[in-house]
């Protein structure tokens, strides 16, 4: 999973790469590690979210990449938010825009000089169009003068001093800041959507391999149109652990949606098999620990009431391989064949 941290400005990365640090599934990428020169965007937004989300949008575009981007401002109440969304735009150097702040600011006391950082983190997805938005603040003052000795921070973070804390931006190492910044507070919340939306799932998929008096074993043919691959393939019943649900529980249950028997778990295979699955590029990626059980059918009408499935059938343990399986499950089923037959013999 790539993520592209669309900003020019490298106060900005170095905050947003250390906040998401340790997101170990993710690889973060700058403009820098892009090979065609993109060309800044025009800001042409009226808020800060509005801008972020055309900046996201369209390195996305450009790249064809998950990209984030960052819109933020320092705004002061008693200059009717000024610089605001212009913070970038009020001098050529960082220099001129903080000497041309307090310069503006001179005759201000007291109240007068509360101001806060505003931030907007927005996060596109170039297929989907997937859009995550999310919003931070920091309140606090602008100092009469820059501080000149720590020179920690970039843009305003010399003159701001964070409200709670009584200390400057520019005296805070990157955690520091981050723990209580605008940036800090939106990409808390960005952090928490890409781990939702983007982070390997693992999933525990406990299966039924059904056996009737005959001796004969359940395949259930699975209907899954959006999938190809796994759509019209044959299938043991079973499906993902519910919240609160045992493993048994979860067979048995699974088992009377998929197949319309009631039935008895035997025993649990001592095979737990391990399978990957990925989809839709880089949407979503989950390993299955796949966890087979002998079932005995002791009741149930058979009538499938389930829309997962289109047709089930019973078949000789022998002639399982020869249906097309679902994933790995051949392999499966042939590490667990010797179970199977063993219990068949002594039933
Ligand atoms: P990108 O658009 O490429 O991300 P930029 O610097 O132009 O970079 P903005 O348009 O969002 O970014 O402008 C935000 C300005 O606000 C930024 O350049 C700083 O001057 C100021 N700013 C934002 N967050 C800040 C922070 O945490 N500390 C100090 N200044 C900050």
């Known amino acids: 999973m790539k993520l592209l941290i669309a900003t020019t400005n490298k106060g900005k990365f170095a905050e947003i790469k250390s906040y998401f640090g340790d997101l170990g599934f993710i690889e973060f990428l700058s403009l820098d590690d892009i090979e065609k020169e993109i060309k800044a965007p025009e800001e042409s937004g009226a808020t800060i979210e509005e801008n972020a989300v055309l900046k996201a949008k369209y390195y996305a575009k450009q790249t064809g990449m998950l990209s984030l981007a960052d819109d933020s401002g320092l705004f002061v109440h008693a200059l009717d938010g000024f610089p605001g969304i212009h913070s970038a735009r009020s001098g050529n150097t960082v220099e001129e825009r903080n000497d041309y702040l307090l310069k503006k600011m001179k005759e201000l006391e007291g109240n007068e000089r509360q101001a806060c950082f505003r931030a907007a983190i927005a996060i596109y997805h170039p297929e989907t169009g997937n859009t995550f938005i999310s919003f931070g603040n920091t309140e606090g003052r602008i100092e009469e003068e820059i501080h000149k000795e720590i020179k920690g921070g970039f843009g305003y973070d010399p003159i701001f001093t964070e409200l709670k804390s009584g200390r400057r931006f520019s005296e805070m190492k990157k955690a520091e800041k981050n723990a209580c910044s605008h940036r800090g507070k939106a990409l808390s919340q960005a952090k928490y959507y890409l781990i939702k939306q983007y982070s390997p799932r693992q999933w525990i998929v406990p299966i039924g391999v059904l056996v009737n008096d005959k ?133």
Not at 234 to 252: A, L, M, Q, T
Not at 294 to 303: E, K, L, M, S
């Open 215 to 347: 001796g004969e074993i359940l395949l259930n043919k699975r209907n899954d149109p959006y999938n190809p691959e796994f759509h019209e393939k044959w299938e043991f019943p079973g499906g993902g652990v519910d919240w609160g649900e045992s493993i048994e529980e979860n067979v048995v249950r699974e088992v009377r949606e998929e197949s319309g028997y009631e039935v008895k778990v035997i025993k649990r295979c001592s095979l737990i098999d391990l399978q990957h699955r990925t989809g839709k590029g880089d949407l979503w990626r989950v390993q299955i620990f796949i966890l087979p059980h002998i079932c005995r059918v002791t009741g149930g009408d058979g009538v499938v009431n389930d829309e997962e499935v289109l047709e089930t059938n019973w078949v000789l343990p022998e002639k399982v391989l020869d249906y097309e399986l679902v994933g790995n499950n051949a392999g499966m089923y042939e590490k667990i064949l010797p179970e199977v037959l063993e219990y068949i013999g002594g039933m």
